[in-house]
Structure formats: C-alpha cells, structure tokens
Nanobody, 125 residues
C-alpha cells in the first residue's frame, strides 16, 4: 500500500506561483507512474499532469501545458507540481495519484490506484 500526502496549497493572486508536493510512504514509488489531478466545485476530477516512473516522460492537460511542471525525486519518494502563471480557472482541490498501468497522453481517475486527500489551491483575480 502507498499513502500519499499533498501539501503546498493556498491562496495566490492571478499570475502567481505555487509548488505542490506529494510525499509517499508505505513503499517506494520509484517504479510507479505518478500524476496530479484537480477537482473544482461542481465539476468532475480532471487530469492535470503525469510523470513516468523514470521521470523521462511527462504529459499535461492542454490548459496547463507551459505553465505547470511535474517532477519527482525518487530518492525522497516525492512528486512535485510547479504551477506558474496561475489563473482563477486553476482554482480546485489538487490530488496526487499513484500507480497506473496505462500509458498515454491523457489520464482518467479510475486508471490510478492510490490517492492523497487533496490540497486546496485558490487563485484570486
């Protein structure tokens, strides 16, 4: 089993930046593909970014490509999401997700086994 805990959320003005962190425990995530999802009020949970176990491959939702960067540190068992040029539309609860057998350029929640509790990101205009 893998436990995931997100941190780093908060309130930021439009155009600002935040770094989200996901700390894993229970087992090493070094061989797991990891991702970030988000869920805004009244909306379904949606894919944000994914990183392969090696860190070699990353994919992003189109609306965040060029603004967000996903990275990982397998030695520290962590995954991060650097978010720049934040927009009010980025306001959501952000979730770390772990372990998917799917390989593609867009992902869905049911394709991941492990989930964190989420961290709130609010972007004011």
């Amino acid at each position: 089993q893998v436990q995931l805990v997100e941190s780093g959320g908060g309130l930021v003005q439009a155009g600002g930046s935040l770094i989200l962190s996901c700390a894993a425990s229970g087992r090493s995530i070094s061989m797991l593909n990891m991702g970030w999802f988000r869920q805004a009020p009244g909306k379904e949970r949606e894919f944000v970014a994914v990183i392969s176990w090696s860190g070699e491959n990353t994919y992003y939702q189109e609306s965040v490509r060029g603004r967000f960067t996903i990275s990982r540190d397998n030695a520290k068992n962590t995954v991060a999401l650097q978010m720049n040029k934040l927009e009010p539309e980025d306001t959501a609860i952000y979730y770390c997700a772990g372990d998917t057998d799917y390989t593609g350029t867009y992902y869905y929640p049911h394709q991941f086994y492990y989930w964190g509790q989420g961290t709130q990101v609010t972007v004011s205009s």
